[in-house]
Each structure stands twice: as structure tokens, then as C-alpha cells.
């Protein structure tokens, strides 16, 4: 038993590859441990971008914030709480241009939150959301875990460094790739995550 967020992200609705697979692991973790499940559509409901108010608002003492500071942290706030709650992180991502949905960057840049979610240790920065399972979803028109695009994925390296960085560090991760490659390359994408999905439900029962 634990509890599991699901975060999706993917821009292209009832499309998206990794808001499909995400979806499947997070239900086949909850079919088999009876947890419970907190969903997270940045794509509905994307957190604004990261302001002023938010920047020195988190630096200002509570009782010292302006209303339009209290306001933007709350919503980091909010978001750190739900990820805090979670034993288990559920993460889709579908590549845009390179790199991952705007919608989630944005998230990140409120969870990302020095002395709430990372610290700083004698030999650096110090994740401090440890413990935690993550399963990272990355769906990705081209292919980018081997041959000649791979020095271009700034989407799966990107999120495994941001997920680093603040103490999420045993992540699993599905590619789903090719995904504008043809009927054949979808049908072969989908077969391979399917499979990597079945493997690594196996191992959470
Ligand atoms: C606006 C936009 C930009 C994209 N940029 C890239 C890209 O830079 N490289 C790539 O390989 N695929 C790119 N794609 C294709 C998507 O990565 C692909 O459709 C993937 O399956 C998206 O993830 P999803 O299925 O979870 O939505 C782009 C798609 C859209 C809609």
C-alpha cells in the first residue's frame, strides 16, 4: 500500500503516448497494491510561470509577504506537499522541440525550491525528497536512445538531472519512440513499451 501521483504533461490530449502509458503504470500499481492515486494534468491545468512574486516571495518570511507573493507561493507550496505525499511518482513526458513540455518545466521550476526540496550539503547541492519511486515516462517523435540523434535528447537526460536534483534519484524509465516514424514505428513503440511496462509492474507487486 503507498500513494501514487501521477503527473502527465503531454500537450496533445487524447494522442499522447506517454499520458497513455503513464496512466497504465500508475493503475497497474494501484491494481496490485491498493494504494491510493492523486492525479496531476499540467496540460489542463498548467502552473503559471515562475514571477517576481514567487522569487522573492519564497525568500520573504510568511508573515512579511505581500498578498501577490503569498499567492505564488502557495502554488509551489501546494505542488511540493503533493509531491512530498507520494511514495510513488508516475512522470509523462512527451518531447517538444527537444526538450519537455513548457507545462512541465514549469512545474519544476516551483518544485525545484532551495531548502524545501533540494539543500545544500559540504559537497554541493543535496536532493531532499528521498525514498521516493519514480516511473518516467518519455514518448519522442524521433529515436533518441541510440544512433545519430541521441547527443539531441534534452528531454530524457534534462528530467532525469531535474528528478536528480531534488533527491528523486531511482527512477525507471520507458522510452516510447518513433513515435512520427511511420504506422510500423507506432505499432513497434507501442509493442516495446507494453512489454517494458509488464516487466517493471512484475517487479512492483
Ligand atoms: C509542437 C511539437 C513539437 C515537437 N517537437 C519534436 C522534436 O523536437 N523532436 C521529436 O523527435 N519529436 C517532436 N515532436 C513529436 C512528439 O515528440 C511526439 O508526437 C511524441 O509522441 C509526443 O509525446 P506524446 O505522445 O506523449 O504527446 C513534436 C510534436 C509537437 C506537437
Redesign the pocket.
Known amino acids: 500500500m503507498g500513494h501514487t501521483l501521477l503527473i502527465t504533461s503531454?500537450?496533445?490530449g487524447a494522442?499522447?503516448?506517454?499520458?497513455r502509458f503513464a496512466n497504465e503504470i500508475a493503475e497497474g500499481i494501484q491494481a496490485r497494491t491498493g494504494g491510493t492515486l492523486t492525479v496531476r494534468d499540467l496540460a489542463a491545468n498548467p502552473p503559471p510561470h515562475i514571477t517576481a512574486a514567487y522569487i522573492q516571495g519564497r525568500i520573504t518570511a510568511p508573515e512579511d509577504r505581500t498578498l501577490e507573493q503569498a499567492e505564488a507561493v502557495k502554488v509551489a507550496q501546494d505542488l511540493v506537499d503533493e509531491l512530498k505525499a507520494a511514495d510513488v511518482i508516475v512522470l509523462?513526458?512527451?518531447?517538444?522541440?527537444?526538450g519537455l513540455p513548457s507545462q512541465l518545466k514549469a512545474w519544476f521550476d516551483h518544485v525545484t525550491w532551495p531548502r524545501v526540496t533540494f539543500g545544500y550539503g559540504d559537497t554541493g547541492p543535496k536532493g531532499l525528497l528521498t525514498g521516493k519511486k519514480v516511473y518516467l515516462v518519455t514518448?519522442?517523435?524521433?529515436v533518441?536512445s541510440e544512433g545519430a540523434?541521441a547527443p539531441f535528447d534534452f528531454q530524457t537526460h534534462y528530467l532525469l538531472h531535474l528528478l536528480g536534483f531534488i533527491g528523486l534519484t531511482d527512477v525507471e524509465v520507458v522510452r516510447?519512440e518513433g513515435?512520427?516514424l511511420g504506422a510500423d514505428a507506432v505499432k513497434a513503440a507501442i509493442a516495446n513499451a507494453e512489454t517494458a511496462i509488464e516487466a517493471l509492474l512484475a517487479k512492483a507487486a
Open positions: 503531454s500537450p496533445r494522442d499522447s503516448l506517454s499520458t509523462g513526458s512527451g518531447m517538444i522541440n527537444f514518448a519522442a517523435g524521433g533518441f540523434w516510447v513515435t512520427v
